[in-house]
């Protein structure tokens, strides 16, 4: 191999930096229980001694690891870094940036959702429990008092929206396959603008109360279907209650411009 080709793989491969490999074992350990949340790190000192290097590259390591929401650090004389529990907020985020990086449009996050959330009410058919069942009853009766409110109190547009988002949260939750859960929590931030932006826009005083009382039959039949463990009505029901929900949801001038445009 030549030596330019050598130089070639050499900038393409980089060797991690010692902050970034201490970082990596303390994340290890977070991820493996062996630190738990709540507990406090051995001091800088001590940390400093067991791996061998300087504060400023301990404290590098501190960084990489409080961007990931892994550690609190708190300086001063009582200070000193805290585990803390992994947020799913931090990969959501980042995704979301991707999504908008790469131009992706509401229509595609849309789509993602039909394909996951039906098999998710599937599976939350044969394995619920009776907590699952009462919070998302509870959910439907949060949603039931938003549009029986008094016409002077002011629409339940933003208050409707998170409730709608928290129940399809439930069903992927709930549903028991942890990775289709954390797929949705990702989806969460453009989901719900979206169906904020869309629903505030189309609010009126009506036609909304239908609208609102279709979904929250929709709701209930899933919940019944739910209780029956009856997996394969679940799925064929909540598909159907996806695509009808798109067809509103979907039909303004958002829905094929691009994730970005709606944070802008």
């Known amino acids: 191999m030549s030596a330019t080709s050598g130089t070639s793989v050499g900038r393409l491969v980089r060797a991690p930096k010692t902050a970034e490999l201490i970082a990596e074992q303390l994340r290890r350990r977070i991820v493996q229980g062996q630190l738990k949340p709540g507990e406090t790190l051995p001091p800088e000192t001590q940390l400093m001694e067991q791996f061998g290097v300087s504060r400023p590259t301990l ?5 990489i690891l409080e961007a990931e929401t892994l550690i609190s650090v708190r ?4 200070g000193g870094a805290q585990v803390m529990a992994p947020e799913v907020s931090v990969a959501a985020r980042y995704v979301g940036l991707l999504l908008q990086f790469q131009g992706t449009t509401v229509d595609d996050v849309y789509e993602a959702r039909m394909v996951a959330e039906p098999v998710c009410a599937r599976l939350l058919a044969k394995r619920r429990t009776k907590q699952d069942l ?9 949603l039931k008092a938003a549009i029986e409110a008094p016409d002077e109190v002011v629409a339940p547009t933003v208050e409707w929206s998170g409730l709608t988002y928290r129940f399809h949260e439930l069903v992927m939750q709930r549903s028991g396959n942890k990775t289709l859960a954390l797929q949705g929590a990702v989806l969460q931030d453009i989901v719900a603008t979206h169906t904020e932006v869309r629903v505030t826009r189309s609010y009126d005083r009506t036609a909304s109360p239908e609208r609102f009382q279709r ?11 739910v209780e029956a463990k009856d997996a394969d009505g679940a799925e064929r029901h909540w598909r159907a209650h996806m695509k009808a929900a798109a067809a509103y949801l979907l039909q303004d001038d958002l829905h094929n411009k691009p994730v970005v445009d709606l944070f802008s």
Request: hydrophobic share 45%; no cysteine; proline share 0%.
């Open 215 to 225: 979904a929250i039959r929709a709701y209930g039949k899933l919940i019944t279907l």
């Open 59 to 63: 404290r590098e390591a501190f960084r």
């Open 75 to 78: 300086r001063g004389s009582r």
């Open 134 to 142: 009462a919070d998302l009853t509870a959910v439907v009766d949060e």
